[in-house]
């Protein structure tokens, strides 16, 4: 839930929008290839977790705090954006945006980035 009706970034922005248009999917493009059990930047050892079903607070506590350089909210909003969307039945990805072709093997029911919710395909 937001608080204060503040949006704040545009992770949550678009998990607002994507409810507010009943979307069939929210892809989240970031600069990390999904969702991971530790931060690969620090931990060479992280391993992607490919499929989260549901947004628990043990997934928020993975997520941390804010992440990369290039955004403001990291991971922690992706994963909030993530449960926002879930909750309506909206399945999300996050993926890398280094390379948006992998859009067209998302939309092919290929196993790319992490997938909350229900899985796509």
Do not use: H, W
Not at 2 to 12: E, P
Not at 34 to 58: C, H, L, M, W
């Amino acid at each position: 839930e937001l608080v204060g009706n503040q949006i704040g970034d545009n992770d949550t922005l678009s998990a607002i929008v994507a409810r507010l248009i009943g979307a069939d999917l929210l892809v989240i493009l970031t600069d990390i290839d999904g969702f991971y059990d530790g931060n690969p930047s620090v931990n060479p050892n992280a391993k992607r977790i490919p499929f989260v079903p549901q947004v628990t607070d043990e997934i928020r506590t993975l997520a941390g705090g804010t992440g990369s350089r290039r955004g403001t909210g990291g991971m922690r909003t992706k994963v909030d954006a993530a449960a926002l969307v879930n909750e309506a039945g909206i399945p999300c990805c996050i993926i890398s945006g280094a390379y948006p072709e992998k859009l067209y093997d998302l939309f092919e029911g290929a196993q790319i980035g992490t997938v909350f919710g229900k899985k796509i395909g």
